[in-house]
Structure formats: structure tokens, C-alpha cells
């Protein structure tokens, strides 16, 4: 593990810190000998920390079974015990319809047609707004050596209110609301139908506004 504190500025000219941490998690953290202190030391950190966090790296460990090939049964238990006694969010749940078949983050062959999705983004609960995530999904975004291509994550934390007396700096709560705007999504191969959904919904929606009938002669017309 290494943790940084960074300090990220406020569009009023305050600034506050955030701390960020990579990982490199054991494969087996139950196996032989006492191993499973990882988890539990990282725990430890994120709740010793008294600013919001994001911890990035390959965690070796999953949240649901669909998302490896086989195993991961202790590691995946020690995660989600992480995740609850830290109050920390996976940003793979942002992304319900997620698959080892298109989502994998680590393969061990390049032919292979499935992988495992172990390579995780997470961030603390109580200060997150938004969150994505998605692999890096062009055929040269492997990571140089290994067998895992990277994945690209977007946090957004509430900034902190004013310093109080009792010495607290607690969140705007204008922001404390997760907020998840809009997203395009492309239909998965199952869900061909939804294009066909769409064109008669684009076509009804034309029609009842008769802009089919509209000339295109400046912006306006062209924008609607």
C-alpha cells in the first residue's frame, strides 16, 4: 500500500485534502500463515482517516462471483467485510449490467473470451456525489508486462462546509446527495430490440410535432 495526501483546491480559493492510496492485494489472503492482516490493516488506515479517501490497484478480490472465472471466495468475503466497516463504495457497482466478458480487467490469455474484473476503484461513502468507471477498452490499453489493461475511474466528493467551533469540517449538505447524470449506454447484444424501441419512439415524436415537415434554414430549425 502507499497512501498520498493531496490537497484539492475549491473554486472559493479554499482548498482541503484528500488521501489517496494504491493497492496491490494478496491473491489468497486466507491461505497459508497470517496473511488476512491486509484487509484489516487497510481498514484500519481508511478509518484513521479523517478526510475522504479513494483507494485504486489490482484488489485481487471481486463482489460477486459472476465477476471471475472460479475461486476468490475467501478474498471476496475479506472485501466485502472492507466495504462495510469503512463505509466504502466499489465504483463497479455503478455498472449493474457489468460482465466478465466485456468488463474484464485481467486475463490471463489475450484469445480468451472472458477474464476477471479484480482491478477496483473505491471511495469513501459519506462525501461521495458521483462516481464512474469503465476499462480502457481499445486493443493497446494493456498495461506494458502483465496481463491486465487499465481502467478509467471519475470521482466526485462534496466539498467541506466552513470549519465549525467544535473544530469539524463538515460537508455542504447541498452536496451530500449522490447525484448520477444522465449516461449514454449502448445496448448489450441481448437488447438488439431496444434500437428498433427507440427508432419508433424517435419516429412518433417527430410526427406528433410535424417537424418532418420543417424546412432546415437556420440553427434554430436545425437544433429541433
Given at each position: 500500500m502507499v497512501a498520498l495526501d493531496i490537497?484539492?483546491?475549491?473554486?472559493?480559493?479554499?482548498?482541503?485534502?484528500?488521501?489517496?492510496?494504491?493497492?496491490?492485494?494478496?491473491?489468497n489472503p486466507g491461505g497459508i500463515g497470517d496473511v488476512s492482516h491486509f484487509w484489516r490493516d487497510l481498514t484500519s488506515l481508511c478509518q484513521s482517516t479523517t478526510s475522504s479517501w479513494t483507494i485504486a490497484g489490482d484488489f485481487?478480490?471481486?463482489?460477486?462471483?459472476?465477476?471471475?472465472?472460479?475461486?476468490?471466495?475467501?478474498?471476496?468475503?475479506?472485501?466485502?467485510?472492507?466495504?462495510a466497516d469503512t463505509n466504502g463504495h466499489d465504483l463497479w457497482l455503478d455498472v449493474e449490467e457489468r460482465s466478465r466478458f466485456n468488463d474484464w480487467t485481467c486475463r490471463s490469455n489475450r484469445s480468451a473470451a472472458e477474464g476477471n474484473i479484480i482491478d477496483r476503484v473505491v471511495t469513501s461513502n459519506?462525501?461521495?456525489?458521483?462516481?464512474?468507471?469503465?476499462?480502457?477498452d481499445q486493443s493497446s490499453?494493456?498495461?506494458?508486462?502483465?496481463d491486465h489493461r487499465a481502467i478509467i475511474a471519475r470521482v466526485t466528493h462534496a466539498m467541506p462546509g466552513?470549519?465549525?467551533?467544535?473544530?469539524?469540517?463538515?460537508?455542504?449538505?447541498?452536496?451530500?446527495?449522490?447525484?448520477?447524470?444522465?449516461?449514454?449506454?449502448?445496448?448489450?447484444?441481448?437488447?438488439?430490440?431496444?434500437?428498433?424501441?427507440?427508432?419508433?419512439?424517435?419516429?412518433?415524436?417527430?410526427?406528433?410535432?410535424?417537424?418532418?415537415e420543417r424546412p432546415v434554414i437556420d440553427d434554430d430549425s436545425f437544433v429541433q
Open positions: 490537497i484539492l483546491p475549491t473554486p472559493d480559493g479554499r482548498c482541503f485534502r484528500h488521501r489517496f492510496i494504491g493497492a496491490y492485494a494478496l491473491w485481487n478480490a471481486t463482489v460477486a462471483s459472476f465477476e471471475c472465472l472460479s475461486g476468490g471466495a475467501d478474498a471476496r468475503l475479506q472485501y466485502l467485510k472492507f466495504l459519506a462525501t461521495r456525489v458521483d462516481s464512474e468507471i469503465a476499462v480502457a490499453d494493456w498495461i506494458p508486462f502483465t466552513p470549519v465549525q467551533p467544535n473544530g469539524r469540517n463538515p460537508v455542504n449538505p447541498s452536496m451530500g446527495q449522490t447525484v448520477n447524470r444522465p449516461r449514454v449506454k449502448i445496448p448489450l447484444k441481448t437488447d438488439k430490440h431496444k434500437y428498433q424501441i427507440f427508432r419508433d419512439q424517435v419516429d412518433e415524436a417527430v410526427k406528433a410535432k410535424c417537424i418532418h
